[in-house]
């Protein structure tokens, strides 16, 4: 027999799951897909097939990595998440050859404060492209408190960097050993502007 406890339990149940389903972001969805709340068992849509399976992770302080970020995302129909300081780089900061200028403080091995570690829908993607400029050889700072941040176990990541001169070097190995687990990849190094050469890099990787 249906109560009155009966029915607002299950009115909580339809909003809930209303709610759920109306995440606007497409990590939102993928993660969907795989929380029990949202479907039978039997009924699980397997993380590999769950649109957004991809993610482009960046940081960019000047802009250069965000539009070959773009570029690929658009290329993927994939997610891009942005890395950001909780205290965004000035140029001051940026000023390399200030030797007293944040980046060049914060260089030994400072892991800055981001204002958001974890990406929505982290635990959907099993993909992860991960992009930064290339500071001092290194991946810039911020990348080394995401890396340490999140957990990588499962994820394929292919690092990417954009540089003046500099190649990627072991700075994806670096960051590798940081997070502890995930199948890094080689990465891939462009200058700034280089969206043809991004894209025809990702339509190698055969993740489309
Ligand atoms: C603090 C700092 C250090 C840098 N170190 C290097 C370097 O070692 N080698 C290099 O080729 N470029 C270096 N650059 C240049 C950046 O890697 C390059 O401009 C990059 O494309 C910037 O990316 P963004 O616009 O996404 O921040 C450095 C830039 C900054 C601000």
Do not use: H
């Not at 209303?18 to 993660?31: E, F, K, N, Q, T």
């Not at 250069?64 to 998440?81: C, K, Y």
């Amino acid at each position: 027999m249906l109560t009155r406890r009966n029915l607002l339990q299950a009115a909580a149940m339809a909003a809930v799951t209303m709610l759920a389903g109306c995440s606007g972001v497409r990590g939102g969805d993928a993660d969907d897909a795989v929380t029990p709340d949202q479907a039978a068992p039997d009924q699980t849509v397997p993380v590999e097939d769950a649109p957004g399976a991809v993610l482009v992770a960046y940081f960019s302080a000047t802009g250069n990595t965000e539009e070959i970020v773009q570029a690929l995302a658009e290329r993927l129909g994939a997610d891009a998440f942005a890395i950001e300081a909780a205290e965004p780089y000035t140029d001051a900061d940026l000023d390399y050859n200030d030797s007293s200028s944040r980046t060049s403080t914060e260089r030994a091995d400072a892991r800055p404060e981001l204002a958001q570690v974890t990406p929505d829908g982290w635990a959907g993607y099993q993909t992860v492209l991960l992009g930064y400029p290339i500071w001092w050889g290194e991946a810039a700072w911020p990348l080394r408190t995401f890396a340490g941040g999140n957990d990588f176990a499962g994820k394929t990541v292919v690092p990417f960097c954009t540089s003046a001169s500099s190649g990627i070097g072991d700075s994806g190995a670096a960051l590798a050993e940081l997070a502890g687990g995930g199948d890094w990849r080689d990465g891939e190094r462009f200058p700034a502007g280089a969206t043809d050469d991004a894209t025809a890099w990702v339509d190698g990787l055969g993740l489309a």
